[in-house]
């Protein structure tokens, strides 16, 4: 065993994903109470670029000490039985103190069942650690924190964006690259048949200046059309939480969120949102959250700059005719 | 087919949570418990499997309070079997809980086993990998749509930004869904009480209820807003007015 | 050789039995082997009441008049069809023993003179009244009318009017004829009479047998429709009065059982007391000009929908005596009624506001049927979304907010002292305020008004606090009967544990059905108020007293489950007027209020398409009337319902809504 702290690299379709920095940010505030080190671990196929080559968007590289490269065509894409086939072995080989996993569609297919297979401890839902080697998750609804020590030998961690910023766990010097010999992959279980991509819809709310966002609080579909006369009076686009989506209320292309998209708005107007960590995931990088909300203890207001408990539908329309007003003035 | 369903209990966010005095959980005298939500997606799922292709539904929960009224439920909305784990259950964790639920799961030899994606308490991974993990079973979670053909199974699996990835998974194997493929359906209370009078619920003791695996809580708080929004207070019309400043103040208007 | 008499008598007993088989077997079809179809109704209890209904909304055709100038003309024609069907049997019989005495005459009825002054002048009185239901059809052509099946009433008429005209003809000619001794109380037929003086007797003889058979043919033909249409009322209408409903208007009918399937789904699946109600619909359309869903655009239609139910028990009837001897499941292959002969969208358009069932002349319920229809919905889970979940929340909360009921009385808060537990101590008033008082942002203040104003009348009164349920009137009203009945019972529970002398609500609703479904309350001895009815009773007493006079203009809105379906609509109007305030009535007041559109369980469901909200009607009826700057309402849905209405509409400097409870508290 030894203080090593594995960050298995999230990437979908060349790209990395945010929250393999935010774990690169955790890891190294792990390591360096432990004295170990932040060691970024890649599978894939041919993506040895994606941890040799600095990212597209931000320009950086991965802040790892040091990267372990798995390759192999079975792990072109993610798949939960190839990726923990090859993790399983290094796992068991190299006996980190602690492996983290996003709190994704990737990471919560891996980290359980090894858990259970290696035998390891495990933890989840965790938004950050101490350098005394503490882990704090957050449950229900982002309401409840729950704070420990990071179970020993390995630890196996699902981590939640919010304690750290992606810049945090990028750097501008390239890792060391190490390939890792590949296990044998075969008789796999689950095998990608192909990909759907999202619908394209009429707006990309990723590109929007301005949002206004509905949450259950809209109520009906008929409300709907509120968001848009003041989504339009001010320039942006209409975009929802989970729920509404759900419901048909607006098109999959306008969700935000885990399952949706990460927007950055210069203002995002949530109107009757709670504020779920699964919404809220997706709007940290806006410039300004704007929160309307009847309930005082709802969790937007913990995220927001400016908020209100006063009742959006009180509010909406006068908000509209305001708007439009002052353009017009 | 063979459709088992797992369910578990969770605390409802609508009431105020409160530490209890140990520190290190929730106070349950104030807990109101529902179901999972995902579970309830879960269920609605395998339904809908079972009026496309028929099979058996079997759903298993351990026995918390309330969960007789869950089970129910599903069997109003069209499940075949019901099944309670007997045991304590207060503040087990989903690792004692998976293998729980591997001993009824093995009994009961289901080709698809279906379960939440996730729940707002865990605290040491999901219980549906958890158990693939126990089973020895595939996982794919974040499931939104599952189709069944000789042996195998064609499912949805969601990433973020709307991509759907296609997956063929050898059953038997669990799911952990994300959302069913229709909102759960509505059941009228009176079914659910007629569901009381004609349905049985079966029982299974739990084999020793192993957290091993689960991590050790020093500390629960209630999350504290780091910065807390400025809230603007008023009237509509002052709010309204106090906005616009702010609009124009961030150059959007 | 057989003379003309012999052969004429021979002639209408035959055109009797073939005219009257068919009558007979019609209706045996429909009212005996069609309503065996349907469920139990009854017991029919309280003899005295029914009969008197029969004489005072059959024979006086009290309902009727709502709609004045028809109503009036339909007066006429049914009195004259009373009294001119002693003509009628007159002319049978005299055809029958023709063959005897050509020319014999009824006791009484053929020889007393004032009788035939009567039917002489009541002969002119009804063609004058189908005259004038001709042009109504034709020309005016009311928008209630549409839908209706116009050219079987113009027929109707047309026949009407041809045996009251045959009637003059016969009796003219006879008078001229000199065969008529009665001639002097006749004066309409001597007039008559005297444009054929001019012809010759042989040819007057002609005219007179020309106008018997006329009269007798079109009589005939007329019973042998009457069964198929909308004149079927005339055969259903004293039965169907008789029989009436009446149990409270605000206390629904039980849902029907079939074998664990709660509520309706097929036409045999209804009590054979509402099938008959199907049949007695004369498609005047009356309901159709009252119902809010209707005049929003909505496809619900109270007389369409009662049309569509007739048709579908006659196909259905049909199809299943057809199929009697092989099997009643090819009896199915008949449109299913539930989501296809009446479609979903349109049982969930009512609002219940009970104006239809109120204006029917007679006594139709409509609401009873929609609400069983929708119970069969709600057991298969055909619910939209958001009624879904204010269902799901109701289950689990006891509220549609989705609140937890430690939040219901958290308006409580800044009031000092505490308001009482009417749990844990005894009190005059048990107050229950409904969900919409509890939870809603926006009624706090009218809420926290209402107990300052129950505080300074010395009231002793308290609240269930976390124990109080949603009542359930609306959800029983959406179908959701096991939800209503769980409701009740923690609602009651939670009561028997109490001790109080009256339950005083805020929401009509609530009081709607603790008063008349509870099983333990609206006795004397639980009597339940509405705070309307509780300040007027406070006032009255001189326990309430007024310090201003406030001097607005104001306008009343009548709640439909304080007003139609309980009666309450003085002591509204005596507070208003007690706080000094002037009360304009708007057109539709009392029991012509329009629905504000939230009832039924609207408020839980998304509007649909509709062309103008009925709220929004309401709000532009009130801002027509001069200086009223209030619009004064008595429950709390209405506060949020016409609020919307008055911004939607722009009408924010006009008018201004509020609770009664705020203009007794400003006077205060």
Known sequence: ?329 | MNIAILVKLVPDLVEELTIDTSGVALDTAWLRLIINEFDDHAIEQGILLKERGGGQVTVVAPDIEGVDDVLFTAAAKGADRLIKIKGDFTGVNNHALARAFTTVVKELQPDLILTGVQANNDLDGSVGPLLAGCLEMPYVGYISGVSLTEGKSKVRKEYPGGLIAEMDVTLPAVLGIQAAEQPPRYVAVSKVRQMMKTSTIEERAESGLDMAGGPTIGRMFQAEAGQRATMLTGSPDEVATKLVGIFKELGVL | MMTYDVIKSILVLLALLVAGGIFFWRIYQLLWVNLRLGQRSGPFKQWGERIKGVVVYVAGQFRLFRVLIPGTGHFFIFWGFLILSLTILQAIVEGLVSFANPHFLLPLIGSFGPLALLQDLFAVLVMVAVIYAMIVRLIVNPKRYLGSHKSQGVMVLMFIFTIMLSLLVMNGIRINLGQDPLHYWRPVSTAVGKIFSGAAAGTQVVIIEIAYWTHLCVVLIFLTELPEGKHFHVVTSVPAVLLRNLDPHGQLPAATDHNGQVGVNTIEQFRWRQMFDFYTCTECGRCQDVCPAYASGLPLSPKLLMMELRDNLKERGAALRTHASNSTTQATQVRPLVGDVISESVLWACTTCFACDQECPLFIEHISPIVEMRRFLVIEGRVGTELQDALANLGRYGNSFGQSERMRARWTQPIQPPIKDARREPVEYLWFLGDYASYSPTLTDVTVKTAEVFRKAGLDFGILYDAERNAGNDVRRVGEEGLFEMLMEKNSTALSKCTYKAIVTTDPHTYNTLKNEYPANGDEHHPVLHYAELLDQLITAGKLKFSKKLGYKVTYHDPCYLGRYNGVYDAPRRVIEATGCELVEMPRHHDGSFCCGAGGGRIWMPEGEIQERPSESRIHEAVKLDKVTTFVVACPKDVTMFRDAVKTTGNESRIEVKDLIELVHAAL
Not at chain 1, 53 to 75: C, E, F, Q, R, T
Not at chain 1, 83 to 104: C, E, H, M, W
Not at chain 1, 217 to 224: H, K, P, R, T
């Open chain 1, 1 to 329: 065993m030894n203080q090593n702290i594995y960050v298995v690299i999230e990437h979908l379709r060349g790209q990395v994903a945010e929250i393999s920095y935010v774990m690169l940010a955790g890891a190294r505030e792990l390591a360096k109470g432990l004295g170990g080190n932040v060691i970024a671990v890649l599978l894939g196929h041919k993506a040895q670029e994606l941890a040799g080559n600095p990212s597209a968007s931000s320009g950086k590289y991965l802040a790892a000490d040091s990267v372990l490269y798995i390759d192999h065509p079975a792990l072109a894409d993610f798949t939960s039985d190839a990726y923990q086939k090859a993790l399983t072995n290094l796992i068991a080989k190299d006996q980190p103190r602690a492996v983290l996993f996003g709190s994704t569609s990737i990471g919560t297919d891996l980290a359980s069942t090894l858990s259970i297979k290696l035998g390891l401890p495990m933890v989840s839902s965790t938004r950050s650690f101490s350098a005394d080697g503490k882990f704090v998750s957050q449950i229900c609804g982002g309401k409840i924190m729950a704070e420990g020590g990071l179970p020993s030998p390995t630890a196996l961690v699902t981590m939640v964006p919010g304690g750290y910023k992606a810049e945090q766990g990028q750097s501008t010097q390239a890792p060391a690259i190490t390939q890792v010999e590949v296990p044998v992959l075969e008789s796999l279980r689950v095998t990608l048949a192909n990909y759907i991509e999202p619908e394209s819809g009429d707006v990309d709310i990723a590109k929007e200046p301005v949002l206004v966002s509905v949450g259950r609080g809209i109520q009906n579909q008929d409300n709907i059309i509120l968001a848009e006369d003041l989504a339009k009076a001010l320039g942006g686009a209409v975009s929802g939480s989970r729920p509404v989506i759900d419901q048909g209320w607006l098109a999959t292309s306008r969700l935000v969120g885990k399952s949706g998209k990460s927007v950055k708005p210069k203002i995002y107007l949530a109107l009757g949102i709670s504020g779920a960590p699964e919404h809220v995931e997706g709007i940290t990088t806006s410039d300004t959250i704007i929160a309307i909300n009847t309930d005082p203890a709802a969790p937007i207001f913990g995220v927001a700059k400016y908020g209100s408990e006063i009742d959006m539908f009180d509010l909406i329309e006068i908000l509209t005719e305001k708007v439009k007003q002052s353009k017009g003035g």
